[in-house]
Structure formats: C-alpha cells, structure tokens
C-alpha cells in the first residue's frame, strides 16, 4: 500500500503495480465490479480517479526508473555492516545528474515538476561545495578506486572550467594535508612519550643518562639548527606520503573481491599515518539509522502506533531484534583472530574448572583404612 508521507513506500507499490500490467487491463475489460468501484464516490463524496489508463502506466514507469535512483542509493549508504563513508559524495552527485536530466525532460511534465521540486530542496545541502564537510571529499579520496581522479571527473561533469577543476581537486589535497600533519603530531607525541617511559625504565634499572645536559651550551646553537633540519625533514615527508598514495596505480573498480578495509589493513606499513585516518573516517556511518531497514514492516522499523515510545525502549528493541535475527554463532565459519583468542580463554577457564572441581573431590573424601 501507499504511504503518502514515504516515497519508498510509493516506489514500492508501483514497482509491484507494474509487473501486473496486465491483469488490471483486463480487470477493466472484464470484471465489472472493478469498474464499478471507481464509479462510485469515496467516503467524502469525492469521485474515484480510474482505472488506470496507457499514459498512467507510461508516467509510472518513468517515476519507477527514476525513484529506483534514491531507493538504490538508500540502501547503499545506509549500510550498517560495511564503510560508507567513500560512497557519500559520488552517490550524492550521480543523484544530482540524474534530477538535472528529468528537470530538462519536456516528455513527461509531472515527472519534470516533481524533479524541479527535488532540485530545490537537494541545492540547499549539496548546492555549494564550501557548505560540505571536508571529510567527505577525503574519505572518497582514501578510497584507492577513486584518489583524486573521482573529484576531476565530478566537478568536471558538473560544468567546472579546468581552472576550478584544479582549484578544487588542490583544496581538497591540502584538506588532506592538514588532517596528515595533525595525526603525524599525535603520534610523533605517542612515540615520545612511549621513548620517555622506556628511558625511565632503563634508568631505574640503573642505566646511566647520556650526554648532553646542563653545562652544553656551546651545543645550544648546533641543536637548534637539528631541530630545524628535523621540522624540514617532516614536512618533505608530508609530501612523500600523501603525494606517494595519490600517485600509485589506482586500483582498478573491475575486481570484485576488493575490500576496501582488508587493503587499508594490508598497506599499513606502507602509509602508516594515512591508515590511522582512513581507520577513522571509514567508521563514521553515513546515516545514523540503518535505514534499508526503513522498506520492510519486518524489519527494525518503529510504527506510528509505538512513536511514543522512550529512547531507551526503541533502543532496546532494536537490538533485541537484531540479537534474535542474528546467525547463529560457529567457529567453523572462517573465525578471526578475535574469535580464536575468546576460543581458547573459555578452554582454559573450563579446564581450570575441572581442576578445582578435581582438587575439590579429592579433598573431601574420607581417608582410606587398613583393615
């Protein structure tokens, strides 16, 4: 049925409407009660608009095609057990081409009208490039199918001029940049403070400090100079890291068992700093709620009749459902690491137990007698 305040619902319906073409035309042509029924008036006098003739079934066809686009990318970015973060802008803008290409479309108006619509509202958040968070151009850079290339070909299909193209694709790499020197500062402090506590250690074992202290003041001014070769050595690196990860070879988009996680996790050694980002930003979820759940009454979906439920009531259902729908949990499906260490700790606590249970056995029974 449809809902009128989700299009989803509307997408639905007319999805389904359509592979029964058929049988409603020979509904009209043969079965007089629904002919009827459209000839009678609703429940507020009003007459029944129907049955649906040719050009209806053309105009839904074309709604079909066209809110296919958003239920797909619903779904897509929506998804709770995979990043999303890589897919937010693309999908963003190949949903903006499509609604600029129905808006210019003379051959079905109401559809025309209704992507004007759409237009409108979709320019309010992603009209001006300055309005959106950096995060999202450079979680679609760190995608390694995508680096840089996927901006030009963007800003490119959207009108930009080569000068525009190169001002936003540098914009975006400095964005990068920024976001590269502040994580290399946190763990430039991390290293440090793990050296300084490895040093007190050594100390208190009686290790003896180096040189170099109180009373080396004619060193003061070659140390400076250290210091400044090390702040030049660190910005050189800067540019070897990033300008090395956006001059690789680009992965190609044709391998189907590409896992964007999985190659993160095997080119830590080879990116260290910009593994620690894409860990971040990879785990920020595009939506806050799984909404491909939102197409099925099935699902984890919370119905007008319980919307005045409590925060923590929705919250404990939702996951009380998902507890129930989950599978069934099996060491003998490809187990991680995690889940071979959790293995081995419930063997050691089972086997300690039998030992107690053993000990506690032998402890309590009565001393054997000679007779």
């Keep these: 049925m449809d809902v ?21 035309e020979r509904m009209t042509e043969e079965w007089l009660p629904f002919m009827n029924y459209f000839r009678q ?10 049955p649906p003739n040719d050009d209806d079934w053309e105009i839904s066809k074309a709604f079909v095609h ?33 609604i600029d290409r129905k808006r210019h479309d003379d051959s079905n108006p109401i559809l ?8 409108l509202k979709f320019d309010k958040c992603w009209g001006n490039w300055n309005d959106i968070n950096p995060l999202i151009f450079i979680g679609n850079i ?18 930009g001029t080569p000068t525009s193209v190169k001002e936003f694709v540098d914009s975006v790499k400095q964005s990068l940049v920024t976001l590269w020197m502040e994580y290399k500062g946190i763990n430039d402090i991390l290293n440090v403070e793990s050296q300084d506590m490895q ?9 003896t400090s180096g040189g170099g202290g109180p009373g080396c003041s004619l060193c003061d001014e070659l140390f400076d100079d250290v210091e400044a070769q090390n702040e030049e050595e660190q910005l050189q690196e800067i540019s070897n890291e990033v300008d090395k990860y956006l001059a690789d070879e680009i992965e190609k988009r044709s391998n189907q068992s590409f896992n964007l996680l999985e190659w993160w996790k095997g080119s ?9 980002i894409a860990k971040d930003v990879f785990s920020i979820p595009c939506s806050t709620v799984a909404s491909e759940s939102a ?4 699902k984890r979906i919370v119905d007008p009749f319980k919307s005045s439920l409590s925060p923590k009531m929705v919250e404990a259902l939702v996951c009380t459902s998902d507890w129930l729908r989950a599978e069934e949990f099996s060491f003998w499906k490809d187990p991680t690491d995690d889940d071979l260490e959790l293995y081995k700790e419930i063997e050691e606590i089972e086997k300690n137990a039998n030992v107690s249970q053993d000990r506690s056995n032998t402890s309590s029974s009565p001393p054997s007698t000679l007779v």
């Design 112 to 119: 025309k009208e209704v992507a004007c619509a759409i237009k």
């Design 268 to 276: 830590e050694t080879r990116y260290p700093i910009l593994s620690m």
């Design 142 to 159: 760190l995608d390694p199918r995508n680096k840089l290339q996927m901006m030009k070909v963007i800003v490119k299909k959207l009108g």
């Design 4 to 24: 009128k305040t989700r299009w989803n619902a509307t997408y639905k319906m007319l999805e389904v409407a359509l592979k029964y073409r058929k049988v409603f």
């Design 295 to 298: 197409f099925s009454l099935g």
């Design 66 to 98: 066209f809110l296919k686009k958003f239920y797909d990318a619903t779904l897509e970015l929506s998804a709770s057990k995979s990043p999303t973060s890589q897919l937010l802008y693309q999908t963003m803008i190949a949903l903006q081409v499509e």
């Design 199 to 207: 040093i007190e250690c050594d100390d208190g074992y009686g290790g």
């Design 41 to 50: 008036k609703d429940d507020k006098g009003k007459e029944r608009i129907g």
